[in-house]
């Protein structure tokens, strides 16, 4: 039996550390004071339940709930997501999963009674990506996908180090990153998208999700002045990256899979009456199709190369990160279906559009995602949204979906 | 005689104040320490001529030569620009206009001859306009376009208050601002623009002056995940912003005559999965023709107002600066095409691209402008130049200049 009440409980504490109440939400981006109290929350909690509590090299934290005839030797099964947030975010975000996977194990202690394996739910480190990239980091680390070292050698866009702030924050933790290879995986997650919602569904049991490819981009152009510089003078920067932002954007538009965005823009000297001499902004692509992944990289390099032609600025591209499609296992999908069925609750397939760190372990183990509805497809933003009564029921299916994988 | 020495000396002391040595530049943006001892330098050099030294209300600094019969009630023949400067500007924008300023009363006092009226120097507080808007405002106080205590109230983007800073660097003057109402009015100044130096001549006659307008627009959209949100129910702040800056500089391409710049643009939240909720940017837009100048605006007006409708997002504008085209006073301009003629350099008339001092104190005064060469039309950027025999004969004309009007 689920306790709704203690799940929806911590939901809110942990949605009140980090609280901005200006801006209405809460920001704990990975690695700052707000995020390492967050941890200490979660530590506690899990500390109630009386679980063992790893941190990694990496700062992922894992609980694990024993199994029941005690053996160490045997794989868990895993639940997991982040605590981590973006700026001024919503409280559900990442850790909804964590604080569910929570609830699967109080389920148990309640019941008296350990499952079958033990159960681990785990917090990944850094899963928004926003100061350190790439995202999902904890997990790309977890899984192999990134060398312990050179995700600490990161550095944010003031130079910090994130193994320092690791260090700093007390969660530089002595387990060897990887060290916990779950027997299978199963996130829980808010969709954050508008599809559940507009078809009036309440489970979402994801099969798939996107490539994602992140790039930032440098543009050297010349600082003049505005009112003197003819056009055909100008190697405007500013200029520059605003044409790349209306030709992604254009080229999501017409291409109706691949999502565009430009969320980080800064011109240099960002004067009134200076032409920018540099810009740097990043560009998100995502589509479920690889090759049409790969083609929008490449419109975008052609985009590029002409623009540096002809405004005569250079065009700099570091990739932030670079995920292939992820397909998540087909008996976990399945087995989320028929729980789902059993409940009585509808349910769809559906692709992720956002990245999740189940991305990262589907390397590693069979792994699969459940949605819930996300009203108005909002999140990132404070007014992120989903009624009790959905969330409530995500959770009893994770741990129906646990009980059924503990018996298979 | 014009001492040529000390001029091209001082340009170079006053260009090595604010000095940046890894962006190359200075800056001495105003009311900063930096814009300080600039000021501070610049006083000492006028006492050093014995001036009378005069600071008004709104910081203005006034140097005067005092006329051969003593007489305090003739108005001053007044010749001024401004010593504040962008971040990381060349040495000459403004600087080169005083300090010719004050070669031509060192021309008098090394001659041991005083003139027939007084000589005022003037560096005109904030003529660059990139903390406090508008542009022009020392000169613009002192021509009764702006009242006191009005530009004294002007918050800066962190909000700190234009007169508490001005007190700060102790350059908050008793003189009543506009007291020095000046017989006629000079300035000598770069170009800052490509013409001269495209066609081979050594002196601009600037004839008149673009109108200038400048906006603020706060874009509201709504913050969301970038991998989720289908375009259809973006209201991306960032996107809509970028599209201004393409449809102004498209409007400016198919113009022709008028300029448009987005020097300055910032997102919130500016990270790289959160479509932006919100982007602040500048629009510059200028042309020599005052309706040519509305059409833009209004143009810009409609553009805008399709925007909130297309994408769902509300754009506030806000007026930084609006000033109309200037004709300087014709037998000024044609008294240094006169002087130009009479030293054998080459002249043309023509239209200032850049903002000036001289315009505003073209409101109560005839005044006219004399222009050098810049470089490859470079300017509000460290590599600004114009060769040391470029600034003399300026400098010369403007002495000649003088001495003609002084006559007549
Ligand atoms: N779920 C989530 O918001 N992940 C952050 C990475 C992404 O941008 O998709
Ligand atoms: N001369 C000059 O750079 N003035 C600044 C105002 C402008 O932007 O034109």
Redesign the interface.
Same mark, same amino acid.
Request: charged share 15%; no cysteine; glycine share 12%.
């Given at each position: 039996h689920l306790d709704g009440d203690t799940l929806l409980r911590q939901i809110q504490a942990l949605g009140d550390i980090g609280r901005d109440e200006n801006l209405g939400g809460r920001t704990r981006i990975a690695y700052t004071d707000a995020e390492k109290a967050g941890r200490d929350q979660l530590v506690r909690w899990m500390q109630q339940l009386d679980l063992s509590v790893q941190v990694d090299q990496i700062g992922n934290i894992f609980g694990t709930l024993p199994a029941a005839n005690g053996s160490t030797d045997v794989r868990p099964l895993m639940l997991g997501s982040h605590i981590d947030t973006?700026?001024?975010a919503g409280a559900l975000d990442g850790c909804y999963g964590v604080l569910a996977g929570l609830a699967v194990q109080r389920a148990y202690r309640q019941a008296g009674q350990l499952p079958a394996r033990p159960i681990t739910v785990a917090a990944f480190s850094n899963e !928004?990506?926003?100061r350190f990239?790439p995202?999902m980091m904890g997990s790309l680390v977890h899984a192999g996908g990134l060398a312990l070292q050179e995700a600490l050698d990161s550095r944010d866009s003031d130079g910090i180090r994130l193994g320092d702030e690791l260090q700093r924050i007390g969660y530089a933790g002595t387990l060897a990153a990887g060290s916990i290879v779950p027997h299978e995986y199963l996130e829980l997650h808010i !969709?954050?998208?508008?599809v559940l919602e507009a078809e009036g569904i309440a489970i979402g049991a994801v099969a798939n999700l996107?490539g +994602?490819s992140?790039q930032q981009l440098t543009i050297r152009g010349? *600082?003049?002045?505005?009112? #003197?510089?003819? $056009?055909q $003078?100008r190697h405007?920067a500013?200029?520059a *990256?605003?044409?790349i932002? #209306?030709f992604v954007?254009e080229w *999501?538009?017409q291409s109706g899979s691949t $999502?565009a #965005?430009?969320?980080?823009?800064?011109?240099e000297?960002?004067?009134?009456?200076? +032409?920018?001499?540099q810009a740097v902004l #990043?560009v998100?692509l995502?589509d479920p199709d690889e090759s049409r992944l790969q083609q929008a990289e490449q419109a975008l390099r052609e985009f590029i190369a002409e623009l540096e032609v002809n405004e005569q600025v250079s065009i700099h591209c570091e990739q932030?990160a670079r995920f292939e499609p992820v397909h998540f296992t087909e008996p976990l999908v399945a087995e989320i279906e028929r729980a789902a069925r059993q409940r009585g609750l509808s349910c769809r397939r559906m692709t992720?559009? *956002?990245?999740h760190d189940a991305q990262m372990i589907a390397r590693i183990t069979p792994a699969a995602m459940i949605f819930v509805p996300s009203r108005g497809? +909002?999140?990132?933003?404070p007014r992120e949204h989903t009624d009790d009564a959905q969330l409530l029921q995500g959770a009893q299916l994770l741990l129906d979906v646990v009980a059924r994988r503990l018996l298979a």
């Open positions: 973006v700026q001024n !928004e990506g926003v990239q995202d !969709e954050q998208g508008p996107q +994602i992140w010349k *600082a003049n002045h505005a009112g #003197t510089t003819p $056009l $003078l405007d500013g200029w *990256a605003a044409s932002v #209306t954007r *999501a538009r $999502l #965005t430009v969320g980080s823009l800064r011109f000297p960002n004067l009134i009456n200076v +032409i920018p001499r #990043t998100d995502r932030l992720s559009g *956002a990245g497809g +909002i999140s990132h933003n």
